[in-house]
């Protein structure tokens, strides 16, 4: 079975940085291109940032040079590092395959996700 674990959050300076984990119990390799979403209170989770199996990265504009996501296939591992962090940052993250119209049998995978909360 497909088991996501998002790790790494908590509570930071506005400024600050963290690092975040996800832990897939399946290879990365077999699930493919891989995203990093996040749901801030009262919106809809949304996806922030993906990358291919070969490393290439794609990010939305309101973490484009702040955040870098990264894979290591080897421990079927993704990172989300996050840096100049700020109040409109704070959200719950989670880790999945980038989903689309073809995908979305992968929206029964979802994970608790990690909390990061910023403060001004």
């Known amino acids: ?5 998002e790790s790494g959050g908590g509570l930071v300076q506005a400024g600050g940085s963290l690092r975040l984990t996800c832990t897939s ?3 990365i390799l077999t699930i493919g291109t891989m995203g990093w ?3 801030a209170p009262g919106k809809q989770r949304e996806l922030i940032a993906t990358i291919t199996s070969s490393g ?3 990010y939305t ?3 484009k ?3 870098t996501i990264a894979r290591d296939n080897a421990k079927n591992t993704v990172y989300l590092l996050m840096d100049s962090l700020k109040p ?3 959200a719950i ?3 999945n395959k980038w989903i689309d119209s073809t995908s979305q049998s992968w929206n029964r995978y979802w994970g608790q996700g990690t909390q990061v909360t910023v403060s001004s």
């Open 1 to 5: 079975q497909v088991r996501l674990v």
């Open 25 to 27: 119990s399946v290879s």
């Open 37 to 39: 979403y996040q749901q």
């Open 56 to 58: 290439i990265t794609n």
């Open 61 to 63: 504009d309101s973490v």
């Open 65 to 67: 040079g702040r955040f």
């Open 88 to 90: 409109e940052d704070t």
């Open 93 to 95: 993250y989670y880790c």
